[in-house]
């Protein structure tokens, strides 16, 4: 099991930048799935990045070229460095870790990314 702090979110002008943080509590975070999942009222939830316990990568269409997620396994941190945010990011960012081999599957309690004029 695996329990996830967010952080970093807050107000941001358009074409700012902001980094989030997501630190995990428990064991074995070399072996989760990393993710980070935006949902903006009234819409879906959606995943905006994924890195894998090799740290490969994937990003969401829209964020691609703007959005960088990392993780530092040595203290169980996994990062997304956003950068030229649109109003359109406005959105509660939330950290997700899944465990592929037990299925674990574990979120934060999200963090508010505002992008405002």
């Known amino acids: 099991q695996v329990e996830l702090a967010e952080s970093g979110g807050g107000l941001v002008q358009p074409g700012g930048s902001l980094r989030l943080s997501c630190a995990a509590v428990?064991?074995?975070?070399?072996?989760?799935?990393m993710a980070w999942y935006r949902q903006a009222p009234g819409k879906q939830r959606e995943l905006v990045a994924k890195?894998?316990?090799?740290?490969?990568?994937n990003y969401a269409d829209s964020v691609k070229g703007r959005f960088t997620i990392s993780r530092d396994n040595a203290n169980y941190i996994v990062y997304l460095q956003m950068n030229n945010l649109k109003l359109e990011d406005t959105a509660v960012y939330y950290c997700?870790?899944?465990?592929?081999?037990?299925?674990?599957?574990?979120w934060g309690q999200g963090t508010q990314v505002t992008v405002s004029s």
């Open positions: 890195i894998s316990s090799g740290s490969s990568t």
């Open positions: 428990g064991r074995d975070f070399s072996a989760y799935v």
């Open positions: 997700n870790a899944m465990n592929m081999m037990t299925g674990g599957d574990y």
